[in-house]
């Protein structure tokens, strides 16, 4: 089906092109239930430096990119309808001792997602050598912030395909590492493979009261929160988190700087999880930039610092694709 | 034709020199010959062609130097790129415009080597040595001979530079490649022996040569062998009696002594070589000078040439020191005319009495006739001619440099064609030709610099700092060659067609390699030549097995 023959750029929408507001938006932001007394009673919490761990051989960091290329607008029924050419991305970077560091499965897709029911197919929008690719998406009436967080879903989507599709390395002997929450992955994909999700915001609180809050701060790198039980409605979505600090923070930073948190599926138990968790505590450290190399810095891994700025690369010149889809849509577009 | 990349387009690419990026699994080194075809929008197609001058290697993803540790601990993934700089040498047709970015670039092999470098339009050409790819790399000998241009110009590193053994090597070439043999038949080569009694042994094999140098001449489609038609002259031994014996010690067989009678001496105005150093302390010297030559050629003048003494005044001059001692007698009758001051001749005369020991056994009154012809220089009836004067005063050595040049620009002349051709191959520009002041010899130099490639005298000239030689014999020069370089020398403007890249590399280039500039090519080559394949010492030459002659 046709583009709506209204389609037009929204220019003052453009302050937020390129950027969509970070994992925050994979979460609500009330806060959840949590049960601090899986691993050790909450009067019991303190910092846990695990011992050495037998840990998997390599560590599999996947994360994704995305971006609004042009925000347009049309007008359906004097009703207006929101909408955006997004692009994103996802791929991984597999982390062996001793091997050299390696990229791998990136793939980036394009969307023209509509607040409108019926529209579909794809868009061809020339574009200098190349032609991109933008598959329509409808998503009925809605607003124009849950347009731009169907662009971030899909990135998502993208990032657990890759994780549950088989195409990246799997098993025993792979930690992956997914940047930001499980949410959106399937849980069989934790099944091939032993997953966790980093959070690198800390948006929610997780953790009342002062002794259990204390915990956090006082982890020196290489220590580990003690493990709490995420409650869900749903029994199957619980999951096991825990608190990392992969480096400490210069006196003038606060000192949740350098703190993250994993989490893994519950249905693994807790046996698992610990181990995961002693093994987040002592190697995430490694991978954590000193202040200065990159803006997110130490919380910003180096792998995925590395990928997230390949896979923004591969989606292309902002300002050259944003000027493509001006001439298309100028041109007529699909309208044509 | 086989791809090795494509222009990049993250460095302006631009129709003189262009980036290219090497694809995986490939390379590109220095000196590599490569092409890419652009499209025109009228759907015809450019070929440019270059030789790579530049190469490099980066990370791509890593922001700071310290990543490389990252790197290599695997926590920072980064990718490798190599790229190469391209500077065009040919574009066919003449389109001036830039390869577009994504283009492949492809190794130019056989045809398309030949026509990147310009070989195919070559209708005579000469082996100037390998390529790093162990190809020929041809000269244009119609800018060699005098057809178009003429002159070879050879600066470098004593020692290092292997100036003198590329000469001798293009030489070589010149007269054994079959291509070149052609149109150098007849051709005669002259070359001064400066240093040790190295070229004494240019007719003999070299016994070092291994089979790896074979394949390498093998290569270059010449024999590996020695000079095949040599005369060796050399000065004389002092104080001989009767027969002259040359003064050379690790060969005497089949070695020329040269000299010259005093009469020729006289007659041919022999005297200003030996004021050759261009000294200009006196300005009046030149003055004295002529006025002596005047007076001697005048009283010799109707002397049977059959004699090598001079009858002067009366009185009969049978050796140098009585030239000199004759002129210090009648001084007031030689200079008298020239009105010029007594410092003026008192120098003079100062100067011919120390250049007594120094030419006395060169310039001699008691050689019988058949002695003046033999002992005469006559480079016609060989095609290499070695003159030793490594062992003269610095003095003498002036004095036959300057006197056989001259001679044979005279012979050149009153001969009236261009073939057949001379080479003239001269080591120590800077002292023959230097940039300030005036001599005879510069003179001499110049003049075959200037007029030789109509004449048919060509120049391979060699210094060790092209700077400090007169800029018209440079300049005059077709092809320029550098070995090594010293570094403050490789960045005079003299070494432009070097380009910032060959400047650098001159200064660490090996023995056996040279950068060689033609006028077709805008870019220098680097080539290699195989070591000599006939003796340059005693020790090299191959002694000849007694027993193959019988057998034979």
Redesign the interface.
């Known amino acids: 089906m046709a583009l709506p023959a209204s389609l037009r750029l929204h220019p003052w929408a453009s302050s937020y092109e390129g950027l969509i507001e970070g994992a925050e938006e994979d979460e609500d932001s009330q806060g959840p239930e949590v049960d601090p007394s899986v691993e050790v009673p909450p009067e019991g919490w303190c910092p846990r430096r695990p011992e050495a761990v037998a840990g998997p051989d390599a560590f599999l960091f996947v994360d994704g990119v995305r971006r609004v290329d042009v925000s347009v607008a049309a007008l359906e029924n004097e009703r207006p309808v929101w909408g955006l050419f997004g692009s994103y991305g996802a791929g991984g970077v597999l982390c062996r001792p001793g091997v050299p560091a390696s990229r791998m499965g990136e793939e980036v897709r394009r969307s023209l997602v509509l607040a409108a029911t019926g529209y579909q197919g794809h868009l061809e929008v020339p574009a200098g050598s190349a032609s991109l690719r933008y598959l329509v998406v409808s998503i009925g009436d809605k607003e124009q912030k849950e347009v731009r967080q169907a662009v971030q879903h899909r990135m998502r989507e993208l990032e657990a395909e890759l994780v549950a599709g088989g195409r990246l390395p799997a098993g025993d002997d792979v930690l992956v590492v997914v940047d930001g929450p499980l949410t959106f992955l399937p849980r069989w994909a934790g099944h091939s493979a032993a997953v966790v999700g980093l959070v690198k915001t800390h948006h929610r609180r997780y953790l009342e009261g002062a002794s259990l809050a204390r915990c956090i701060v006082e982890l020196a790198p290489g220590e580990r929160t003690p493990i709490f039980l995420v409650l869900t409605e749903r029994e199957v979505d619980r999951r096991f988190s825990w608190y990392v600090r992969v480096a400490a923070p210069p006196p003038f930073h606060h000192p949740l700087v350098g703190i993250v948190r994993l989490e893994t599926w519950a249905e693994g138990g807790l046996e698992r999880a610990r181990r995961l968790a002693d093994i987040t505590a002592l190697v995430l450290p490694r991978f954590a930039p000193p202040l200065g190399w990159d803006a997110r810095a130490p919380a910003n891994l180096y792998p995925v610092a590395a990928l997230e700025e390949h896979l923004r690369h591969s989606l292309g010149d902002h300002a050259w694709v944003r000027r493509s889809i001006e001439s298309y849509l100028y041109r007529g577009g699909g309208a044509a | 034709m086989s791809e090795v990349g494509r222009v990049l387009g993250t460095d302006d690419a631009r129709p003189l020199d262009f980036w290219v990026a090497v694809a995986e699994g490939h390379y590109l080194q220095l000196d590599d010959v490569v092409l890419v075809e652009t499209p025109l929008p009228d759907g015809n197609r450019v070929t440019i062609y270059g030789v790579v001058d530049q190469v490099r290697a980066r990370y791509e993803?890593a922001?700071?130097d310290s990543d490389v540790f990252?790197?290599?601990?695997?926590?920072?993934?980064?990718g490798i790129v190599c790229a190469a700089h391209v500077a065009v040498t040919r574009v066919e047709p003449e389109i001036f415009v830039p390869p577009l970015p994504?283009q492949p670039v492809c190794r130019a092999e056989g045809i398309q080597r030949e026509e990147a470098l310009y070989f195919d339009r070559m209708d005579h050409r000469f082996p100037a040595g390998l390529g790093r790819d162990g190809q020929v790399v041809w000269g244009n000998l119609e800018f060699l001979d005098g057809t178009r241009g003429g002159h070879i110009n050879i600066a470098g590193v004593s020692g290092v530079a292997t100036k003198t053994s590329y000469a001798l090597f293009l030489l070589y070439g010149l007269f054994h490649h079959p291509q070149a043999a052609e149109r150098t038949r007849h051709a005669r080569a002259v070359i001064f022996n400066v240093k040790g009694e190295d070229l004494l042994f240019l007719d003999k094999p070299n016994a070092r040569l291994d089979d790896e140098q074979r394949r390498r001449y093998e290569c270059l489609g010449l024999p590996a062998g020695p000079f095949r038609d040599v005369a060796l002259w050399a000065p004389p031994v002092r104080h001989g009696f009767g027969e002259l014996v040359p003064s050379t010690v690790s060969r005497q067989q089949g070695v020329t002594p040269y000299a010259w009678s005093l009469r020729e001496f006289c007659q041919r105005r022999l005297l200003s070589f030996l004021f050759a150093d261009g000294d200009g302390e006196h300005s009046q010297l030149p003055l004295a000078i002529g006025a002596a030559e005047r007076y001697l050629q005048q009283e010799t003048e109707g002397q049977p040439a059959s004699q090598s003494w001079v009858m002067l005044g009366g009185r009969r001059v049978t050796d140098f020191q009585d030239l000199v001692d004759f002129l210090q007698d009648h001084r007031d009758e030689v200079f008298g005319a020239a009105r010029v001051s007594t410092g003026t001749v008192d120098a003079l005369l100062r100067r011919l009495q120390g250049s007594v020991d120094a030419v006395g056994h060169l310039v001699r009154g008691d050689l019988s006739p058949d002695q003046q012809e033999r002992h005469r220089i006559e480079v016609r009836a060989r095609q290499l001619n070695v003159i030793d004067i490594h062992a003269l005063h610095d003095r003498a050595k002036r004095f036959v440099v300057g006197v056989v040049l001259r001679q044979l620009l005279q012979e050149k002349d009153e001969q009236g064609t261009r073939e057949p051709l001379l080479f003239v191959v001269l080591d120590e520009l800077n002292k023959y030709a230097p940039r300030e002041g005036w001599s005879p010899i510069k003179e001499v130099v110049l003049d075959i610099a200037e007029r030789g490639r109509s004449l048919g005298v060509i120049l391979i000239g060699a210094q060790q700092t092209a700077s400090e030689v007169e800029r018209r014999v440079v300049t005059n020069a077709s092809f320029r060659v550098t070995g090594r370089l010293d570094t403050a020398e490789a960045e005079r403007s003299e070494y432009g067609f070097l380009g910032p890249s060959g400047r650098a590399r001159a200064s660490i280039l090996k023995p056996g390699s040279m950068f060689l500039h033609q006028p077709e090519l805008p870019v220098p080559l680097l080539v290699q030549f195989p070591f000599p394949a006939w003796a340059t010492r005693p020790e090299e030459v191959a002694t000849e097995d007694p027993w193959s002659r019988v057998r034979g």
Do not use: E
């Not at chain 2, 990252?70 to 980064?78: S, T």
């Open positions: 993803g922001r700071f990252r790197a290599a601990a695997g926590v920072l993934p980064v994504g």
